[in-house]
């Protein structure tokens, strides 16, 4: 089956302890992303992969890192986790990105979501 | 990237059809029209995507006039499993995505 997939799917944690969620797709995209959700600010962009070893800020970057070494995996890694960042987390996946195109499709896979607490 | 409106909630009933209109003044050549939902605690779902005029699939139907400043998502005969958060974003050649606050539909029985 054709999915996201991300773990832990809940997590608490202390603040300042290092953490790593994890995403996978086993779709062979190009392209992945990280978001998170919180109340009355919808989805805000994280990060994001063009592909392998290609990464990119997306509006709110700070205090999370990326790696893409390889396709199919995208983690998350909080170095110094705060209270600040409790939210829910999604990942997502899109076969096109960055290509114009009128048969383009920009459709992005969106993982189960994690939920981070940080006490 | 061009930032979209929409309004923050609708309500309906079963069975009627639903219109869920989305601004985008600013929209670029290149920005594509995309419709997700989005259930609670759950990952937003792509509905559809179009350039201009009008795409219809099996689950809904997106207009876009001319000038593309707009687009509407039409929802036809909807029922309880509907409610959800509609979110309208463009997408262009760049990696980007923002997702406005989205549109929290509530269809009643």
């Known amino acids: 089956e054709a999915q996201v997939t991300q773990n832990p799917r809940y997590l608490i944690t202390v603040t300042g302890k290092k953490l790593t969620v994890t995403c996978s797709q086993n779709?062979?995209?190009?392209?992945m992303s990280w978001y998170r959700q919180d109340p009355g600010l919808g989805l805000r962009q994280i990060y994001y992969?063009?592909?392998?070893?290609?990464?990119d800020k997306g509006d709110v970057p700070e205090g999370y890192k990326v790696s893409r070494k390889e396709k199919r995996n995208f983690p998350l890694i909080l170095e110094s986790p705060s209270p600040n960042q409790t939210s829910l987390y999604f990942c997502?996946?899109?076969?096109?990105?960055?290509?114009?195109?009128?048969?383009?499709?920009?459709?992005?896979?969106f993982g189960p979501g994690t939920r981070l607490t940080v006490t | 990237l061009a930032k979209t409106t929409q309004p923050i909630s609708m309500d309906s009933y079963e069975g009627q059809e639903v219109n869920i209109t989305c601004s985008h003044n600013?929209?670029?050549?290149?920005?594509?029209i995309t419709w997700y939902q989005q259930f609670p605690s759950q990952g937003p779902r792509f509905i559809i995507q179009?350039?201009?005029t009008k795409v219809t699939n099996e689950v809904a139907s997106l207009f876009i006039p001319a000038d593309r400043k707009s687009s509407t998502l039409s929802l036809p005969r909807v029922s309880l499993s509907d409610t959800a958060v509609y979110y309208c974003?463009?997408?262009?050649?760049?990696?980007?995505?923002?997702f406005g606050a989205g549109t929290r539909l509530f269809v009643k029985a």
């Open positions: 997502a996946s899109s076969p096109r990105q960055g290509i114009v195109s009128s048969r383009s499709s920009y459709e992005q896979y």
């Open positions: 779709m062979n995209h190009e392209y």
């Open positions: 992969s063009m592909n392998v070893e290609v990464t």
């Open positions: 600013n929209i670029a050549t290149n920005d594509y």
């Open positions: 179009g350039y201009k």
């Open positions: 974003l463009l997408n262009t050649g760049g990696f980007k995505t923002i």
